[in-house]
DNA sequence: TCCTTTGTTCGTAATTTCACGAACTACGAA
DNA sequence: TTCGTAGTTCGTGAAATTACGAACAAAGGA
């Protein structure tokens, strides 16, 4: 059983990364950490994608486990998803907070 | 002139995440916030892909602003771009350190 | 029951990502 | 000048991403 050089907390990390490398759902989680939870409907009105689109976005969110839905017919009220909303913080602060040997290169090829 | 929904910030803070958005750039970017520089060769020892996809991710880094590259022939000497570093801490640090109002689902469909 | 609202899913298309091997470039050493 | 080392670039292909509109599903209200 060869050692992995690629931890786990790092493909989680690359997940939660991944799912945040697109200004629409970087929106939307920053919109949620603010205001505790919204409507694709809401978003809808003043994001410049069509829903369908937008529904994409969330879904892959969704899949990352950043946020989760909840039925309140006829609509969907989304929120973080607290346990790996966490996590993400977690992983991100303490990639951030490393304390950082930097060697500054004279040049940029 | 329509107000910008998408802030610079996010688009900038969402290009970077993209950037981390792979293990082994995660991974990368680990390795050099602890040791301050390495070299594609050293890298490519250890990680599981060929020397042309290294090449290709520490590209997408380069582009992202993340790493830079130093020639120190016949090897390139790589660290972290010490002003963007601290752009992408600082955003992402802000990111996760809001206060947030978690209105837990009960439900996750 | 039928309509409206809300949102997802499907089909499609263009673009990007990820990975590989082969070819190429740059440069120091023999 | 020729060779070896280090790394990038090119060509390729498979898969994923991003976006759209049309069609569909669920559920409350007329």
Redesign the interface.
């Known amino acids: 059983m060869p050692t992995e ?2 931890s786990k907390e ?2 989680k ?3 939660y ?11 939307v ?2 919109l949620l ?5 919204c409507y694709s409907g809401d978003l809808s009105e ?3 994608i069509v829903k369908s689109t937008l529904s994409q976005h969330l879904k892959e969110l969704k899949d990352a486990g950043l946020i ?4 309140e017919a006829p609509r ?7 346990e790996n ?1 966490k996590e ?2 977690e992983l ?2 303490r ?4 304390p ?10």
Chains 1, 2 share one sequence.
């Open positions: 050089i690629i790092q493909k990390m690359a997940r990364a991944k799912a945040m490398g697109h200004p629409i759902r970087l929106y989680l920053e950490s603010k205001q505790s939870c003043v994001l410049p989760q839905g909840e039925i969907i009220k989304y929120c973080l998803n607290k909303w993400a913080q991100f602060t990639f951030f907070q490393q950082i040997k930097i060697t500054d290169c004279k040049t940029n090829i």
